[in-house]
């Protein structure tokens, strides 16, 4: 008898490479000039870029000038280790933000905050400024915002130029494109110290030769992710987590669908089982042919505590159970009715053991 396939249902981590990208990447590879050079074989490099930079900029709603390619959001959120005053972090921020934060002084100081929180899917609007265009923070205020953008782009509606924020970060694995590449927005005006220092690439925002096939991809893969969320392709996975969520719920009394009630991203489900361990649900899923999470996937598969769901007021226990399971347009109801069987099988088994 065939096995059934695999499905792969972390998204959130990453999603599967766009055949757009694929193709850009591989007419990319045959482009021998560097971006930098003069010559005819650097210009088309250089050209290559800067449609890239084009196509990025169109599907976060920026202008060109404002994308300064990186290796992806963690290195583009760096830029919070330049802030001259505090930076103050959003409770459910990204790890990439989090390590950031630090005291100091009203001036200079940056508000940094998730958008769309990775493990739960959970949207957070980023407070409104004041009259004097400064953000409430705290008691205090920040004079500038960053967004981490990564897990929004390409599933909710996003513009960076009427978001007000002065800064964001995105990666363009989130958007089907390579992993690798990513970018900054920095909005006319903002001046910030060099990200890498060297040759001055990037308006001299950040050096060393373009990952000129990793670029090619991303672009591509932005240019595709806008047109599916144009053409409703995100409401239909909307529809399916909606369904993963009723069929679960039916069978599982006792979890907790972390999120629910509040607006979300239309593919992440957060299942939270107090006394079944996580990582413990991973793996059986993994065994059983479906992938899925225990939350962030950038900690290097280390297994702990969740500092998202412990700010969201889930104890230790409940927080320690959690898992995560991200859909995408390429999901089927199949494999979700897939799923749900297999989970609900082996909390019945985790649960008769229990007993």
């Excluded at 002084?105 to 769309?116: F, N």
Aim: charged share 20%; aromatic share 4%.
């Amino acid at each position: 008898m065939t096995a059934a396939p695999r499905v792969y249902l972390d998204w959130n981590a990453s999603a599967p490479l766009r055949p757009e990208a694929r193709a850009a990447m591989a007419a990319a590879m045959d482009v021998v000039g560097n971006p930098s050079s003069v010559h005819a074989e650097g210009r088309a490099a250089r050209a290559l870029v800067e449609r890239a930079r084009a196509q990025v900029a169109a599907a976060l709603g920026a202008r060109p000038e404002e994308v300064v390619f990186t290796s992806g959001a963690t290195e583009a959120a760096g830029v919070l280790a330049q802030a001259a005053g505090a930076v103050r972090v959003e409770p459910t921020a990204h790890d990439c933000l989090w390590v950031h934060r630090r005291d100091g002084p009203e001036a200079g100081s940056v508000l940094a905050w998730g958008l769309a929180n990775n493990e739960t899917g959970v949207i957070a609007a980023p407070p409104p400024r004041g009259s004097d265009g400064r953000i409430a923070w705290g008691g205090g205020s920040s004079a500038h915002l960053l967004l981490d953008v990564a897990q929004a782009v390409g599933r909710i509606p996003f513009s960076f130029a009427w978001s007000g924020a002065d800064m964001a970060i995105v990666s363009g694995h989130k958007l089907g494109g390579p992993k690798g590449v990513g970018a900054l927005l920095l909005r006319a005006g903002t001046e910030i110290a060099p990200l890498v220092a060297g040759g001055g690439q990037e308006t001299g925002r950040r050096s060393g030769t373009e990952n000129l096939v990793g670029i090619a991809g991303f672009g591509a893969a932005a240019e595709a992710a806008a047109r599916d969320l144009a053409e409703g392709v995100w409401e239909r996975v909307a529809e399916l987590r909606i369904f993963l969520e009723e069929t679960l719920e039916l069978a599982a009394h006792q979890t907790i669908l972390v999120g629910k009630g509040v607006e979300r991203l239309p593919n992440t489900v957060c299942l939270a089982t107090p006394g079944w361990k996580g990582e413990t649900q991973v793996m059986r899923m993994d065994l059983a042919g479906f992938a899925v999470s225990a939350g962030s996937a950038c900690s290097s598969g280390k297994v702990r505590p969740s500092r998202v769901l412990a700010a969201m007021g889930l104890d230790p226990e409940a927080a320690g159970s959690a898992i995560r399971v991200s859909l995408g347009p390429l999901t089927t109801r199949d494999e979700v009715l897939r799923f749900a069987k297999a989970w609900t099988g082996a909390l019945g088994r985790h649960r008769a053991r229990a007993a």
